[in-house]
């Protein structure tokens, strides 16, 4: 079975559903693959770096109110062992980081790759939308630095992700995470394992039966 995994890099809940999904995936039988597909939370160039608090609290309705959201999606990160520091995280626009993602895919390094974009927006502060940064992690999960940094600095992937972007909304994806089990069921929101494991159950046998 292929699981198509809308995200962004930049979405606590994508990271806390990827988690889920994996700890899902430790009980299932099943054969599966994992694809990952683009999805921007805000398409909105970021000039510069600036705190993700700010960010957020610029976007919805002050810091107080933006670090309220923060310590409870830290909370419910921990339960997916996850340490979130949202004092760290910096704001980005991550359609680079989408990119290098494809880019990781093709060598087959896609998982490790969101992995580590994961960790570096959420726990190092790293900015993942300059390109110095990513040509570091791409390193960092084992690809050529030197090939990473070309692909990133030529139009090598762009048209791609932006027709993948484009993809997402006319299938009607419009929040993240959303896993779409064999190309047909959609399951939407960092669901608990043990809800997408049922839903991984019940997608096989559908399939099975038709």
């Known amino acids: 079975m292929e699981i198509e995994i809308y995200a962004d890099v930049v979405c606590p809940w994508c990271w806390i559903g990827k988690r889920r999904l994996e700890q899902a995936l430790a009980s299932y039988d099943g054969e599966v693959t994992v694809r990952f597909r683009p999805f921007q939370l805000d398409p909105t ?12 609290g610029a ?16 909370q419910v990160a921990e339960g997916a062992g996850i340490d979130m520091r949202f004092d760290r995280a910096v704001a980005a626009n991550t359609f680079e980081a989408h990119r290098l993602v494809r880019f990781a895919t ?28 990513l040509v570091k992690l791409a390193t960092e999960v084992g690809l050529d630095g030197t090939e990473a940094r070309e692909y990133l600095e ?17 299938l009607g994806v419009s ?17 608990e394992p043990e809800t997408l494991l049922a839903a991984l159950r019940e997608v096989a046998e559908r399939e099975a039966a038709a």
């Open 45 to 56: 160039p970021v000039t510069e770096p600036k705190p993700l608090i700010e960010a957020l």
């Open 59 to 74: 976007k919805f309705g002050g810091r107080d109110k933006a670090e309220g959201m923060a310590a409870h999606v830290t």
């Open 106 to 133: 093709e060598r087959g390094r896609a998982a490790e790759l969101v992995e580590r974009l994961y960790r570096a927006h959420f726990q190092d502060g790293i900015d993942v939308g300059s390109t110095d940064a």
């Open 154 to 170: 030529s139009n090598l992937g762009r048209r791609e992700v932006a027709a993948d972007l484009s993809a997402a909304h006319q």
């Open 175 to 191: 929040s993240v995470p959303t896993f779409v089990l064999a190309g047909k069921y959609a399951v939407t929101g960092a669901q």
